[in-house]
């Protein structure tokens, strides 16, 4: 039996728009981030944060700051976004202080196999962010940093959550409710994964797997293929 193996990077990738796996991982085109989101440099701090809270140490707020100063400078971020960020930095520690936040882990990384036809699939990832309630209760925890506020519906099928619910039932034999706190309006929102969102899950990374192994790439058009560093290559050859 051929054993395929997979992450969850790749599987990201291949559902955002096939002809990017094919660039990065057979064209071994690579990709240059110069432009790093607002939101991804926030979570850089957050998750530090969050890992001193596994180890039994609270940074302090001006520790905080100062972190996201040298990543002012190191990304050349503009004075406003260095105010915003700093703004939502301290939001952060304040719930979590409030809180008395508890993290369990973060970024643990997993491995499990999925079974098909004529192959195994060994497939890896990171599980996000493990936090314990106050009944000492595991869910999975979420930071949002952006403006808007997040949408339910959007919420109760992303991929990631599914992926990461799913690795964890996997290594538990438990279900994670998940927890999005939006921190510009600290509000709560929850969701959680059921059998049927697992199943579609395996069914997805079978379909992958599938047409990696026979070599179907095509676009899939979408509002970010202007930005998209593909779009040329995409629009010369396919």
């Not at 643990?108 to 314990?132: H, M, Q, R, V, W």
Request: proline residues 3%.
């Amino acid at each position: 039996m051929d054993i395929i193996n997979l992450n969850e990077v790749q599987l990201l990738d291949f559902l955002k728009c096939p002809i990017i796996y094919d660039s990065v991982n057979n064209k071994k085109m690579l990709i240059h981030k110069n432009n790093i989101a607002l939101n991804n440099l926030l979570n850089r701090v957050s998750n530090n944060f969050y890992l001193n809270l596994i180890n039994g140490k609270v940074l302090s707020l001006d520790t905080i700051k100062n972190k996201w100063d040298n990543l002012c400078l190191n990304y050349n971020l503009s004075s406003q976004q260095c105010l915003e960020g700093v703004s939502l930095l301290i939001k952060l520690f304040r719930w979590a202080s409030n809180e008395r936040l508890i993290i369990a882990d973060i970024n643990s990384p997993y491995e499990y196999s999925i079974k098909d036809n004529n192959y195994l699939i060994n497939f890896k990832g990171e599980i996000s962010t493990i936090a314990i309630n106050s009944n000492n209760v595991p869910y999975l925890l979420v930071t949002d940093f952006n403006n808007k506020n997040p949408k339910q519906t959007l919420l109760d099928i992303k991929i990631k959550y599914t992926l990461d619910c799913f690795a964890y039932w996997k290594i538990t034999n438990q279900k994670l409710k998940i927890r999005v706190h939006h921190i510009k309006s600290n509000k709560d929102y929850f969701t959680d994964r059921n059998d049927i969102d697992f199943n579609r899950l395996e069914k997805t990374i079978k379909n992958v797997v599938f047409s990696i192994k026979n070599n179907i790439y095509y676009p899939r058009e979408s509002v970010l293929c202007p930005s998209c560093e593909f779009v040329n290559f995409c629009r010369a050859w396919y």
